[in-house]
């Protein structure tokens, strides 16, 4: 088997440094051991001589697989990137690394005893990757080594052992670190009895549920911040799970932190971000969502972390839409909000690298992959948007032949899920689609439907709305959402027989206050009465405005529906003549 050289920061290296790390890969452990002390002594030596720490990547059969100049997070190999670890069990390899100590600290200088501190990025990388364990070598500047006069090798002074643990322990820590020692004594360590335990203590805790081919386990992660409490996350968290479930996700497990603000970087902070790897890797997860929006930096830096992929609310509500667009102009829309959210979200080497200008110093080699993709995508927005125009003056010459035909226009609106296509087949007969899953229906639908006074109305199905919309969805969405702010009543559809309709009211209202339709007026339908006690419908009715209960699946209080819209459209317009079906 060949071993794989990488040389971060190699610039300067001579060509017989390069072939001393070459040589590493040459040697081999014995199965059972952790370290040993010629491995220890030549890694420490070079790593002395170069200035700077060496990383090896050592399997269980103890062939150095990988040899990188650098820091354990450095590591780059596939022999870890390819890995993937199921439940109850380790990756398989072992990382020897190099600590060098800094310049005038030695061991027992600080008075710490020779106590050292394992580098964070460095225990991401053990949790990420699931390391069997991490070997740390302290490289005491001070110790000699010398081939020629036969010196004995002080270079490697001590080793310090770290592995993960299945569990916290009393300190709140997700890894052990063994008590340093010196060289042989890491040798005497037998590797293979370490590990075997290890994996067992993991196995009984581990679900031990296989990933079957084609599904995605989601690990839902939430953030309580000074403002939000416990319990509402756990609302929030709910949501965002019958979200992940209509996208078709299998959810595994929960995971939530307390912190006053978000990490700018690992969003949950670096040492929880260790813990949500570490439980990527025992449930089998290979999809990890936030019930937050990530900028670009934290989405990068958990992507790395946790080694899965990482979507955000956004990201998997437009997937949702993308899934349910029909039509061409639902497609659009999906299509437009998704660029727009991507766009911002693109990184690489910047402007520094550009070559747009013309002239002196603009030639090379041409724009860079992120420059055209940012070009392509403004260019396609564009397209999108102007796309985006045509349907609203199309929507809008719709508008006008209904005004022209004194023709009351009705919006049903209202949270997500909440009946609103099903009151419209009720009422209409139609047969618009119908499922019970968040945003079953995207495409809005107009259809006719008589009054008790055998007037004519337009009632116009829209798009669900959800607690913490994304803003590029409302702005793509616009020339769709403008059928509430154009229509002339609202019919607001509650679920009643939600736990926290009222929660989900606020929502609607926040959205329609956005769209500036919140001074129309509004009939609230209590929707779902079938499932609700009489007690709470009568609390909701006292707790919303201009109420009538209703059951669209049952066709219950279809009357009072009717009527009470009759008598809206009287009152909104008081002159207007019957329009006859």
């Not at 997860?285 to 992929?309: G, M, P």
């Amino acid at each position: 088997m060949t071993g794989t050289l990488d040389l971060i920061k190699a610039k300067g290296l001579k060509k017989s440094e390069i072939n001393q790390l070459n040589r590493l890969l040459q040697r081999r452990l014995p199965p059972d051991r952790v370290i040993t002390i010629d491995l220890a002594e030549a890694v420490a030596e070079i790593s002395h001589r170069l200035g700077q720490p060496i990383s090896l990547v050592a399997n269980r059969r103890g062939q150095i697989v990988n040899v990188t100049l650098g820091q354990p997070w450095q590591i780059n190999t596939p022999e870890l990137r390819q890995v993937r670890v199921g439940p109850g069990r380790l990756c398989g390899h072992r990382v020897i690394y190099t600590r060098l100590a800094e310049k005038g600290k030695h061991k027992n200088d600080n008075g710490n005893n020779g106590e050292t501190h394992v580098n964070k990025d460095n225990l991401m990388a053990l949790a990420k990757n699931r390391l069997d364990l991490l070997a740390q070598v302290n490289v005491d500047s001070r110790g000699t080594f010398s081939r020629a006069h036969g010196e004995q090798s002080r270079l490697a002074d001590s080793v310090e052992i770290i592995h993960l643990l299945p569990d916290r322990d009393n300190e709140g820590k997700l890894w052990k670190q063994m008590p340093t020692c010196t060289i042989r004594l890491a040798q005497e360590e037998d590797f293979t009895v370490i590990i075997q335990a290890l994996e067992e203590e993991f196995r009984k805790q581990s679900p031990g549920l296989p990933v079957r081919a084609g599904e995605e386990r989601a690990i839902l992660v939430g953030l309580i911040t000074d403002d939000l409490d416990p319990f509402q996350m756990e609302d929030d968290l709910d949501e965002l799970a019958q979200l992940a479930r209509t996208a078709g996700a299998t959810v595994s497990r929960r995971f939530t932190q307390s912190r006053r603000e978000p990490d700018p970087q690992f969003f949950l902070g670096a040492g929880k971000a260790q813990e949500l790897a570490l439980l990527v890797q025992e449930t089998g997860a290979n999809l990890v969502i936030f019930d937050h929006e990530l900028n670009a930096l934290q989405h990068t830096s958990l992507q790395k972390a946790l080694a899965v992929k990482v979507l955000d609310r956004t990201e998997l509500i437009l997937d949702i839409f993308a899934q349910r667009a029909r039509t061409a102009e639902g497609k659009l829309q999906v299509e437009l909000a998704q660029l727009k959210y991507l766009y911002p979200r693109l990184i690489g080497k910047g402007a520094a690298m550009s070559r747009l200008g013309g002239g002196i110093g603009t030639r090379g080699p041409g724009e860079t992959k992120l420059e055209i993709d940012r070009r392509r995508i403004r260019q396609r927005i564009s397209h999108l948007e102007n796309d985006i125009v045509r349907i609203k003056n199309y929507r809008d010459t719709q508008r006008r032949m209904r005004n022209e035909n004194h023709v009351p226009v009705i919006a049903i609106t209202g949270y997500t899920n909440s009946g609103k296509s099903t009151l419209l087949n009720a009422l209409t007969k139609s047969k618009v689609f119908v499922e019970d899953k968040l945003f079953a229906t995207l495409d809005p639908t107009t259809r006719k439907t008589t009054l008790p006074d055998l007037s004519t109305v337009l009632l116009c199905d829209t798009v669900g709305f959800i607690k913490k919309l994304p803003t590029p969805l409302v702005a793509a969405f616009r020339a769709t959402l403008e059928e509430v702010s154009v229509a002339d009543i609202l019919l607001h559809v509650v679920d009643a027989s939600h736990p926290h309709a009222i929660d989900q009211v606020n929502s609607v209202y926040d959205v329609l206050s956005e769209l500036g339709a919140i001074d129309k007026p509004i009939i609230t339908v209590l929707n779902k009465s079938e499932l609700v006690r009489k007690e709470d419908l009568i609390w909701l009715v006292s707790q919303v405005p201009n109420p009538v209960i209703i059951s669209a699946l049952k066709r219950l209080g279809f009357a009072a529906l009717l009527k009470k819209v009759q008598d809206t459209v009287y009152e909104v317009f008081p002159q207007q003549t019957k329009v006859i079906a």
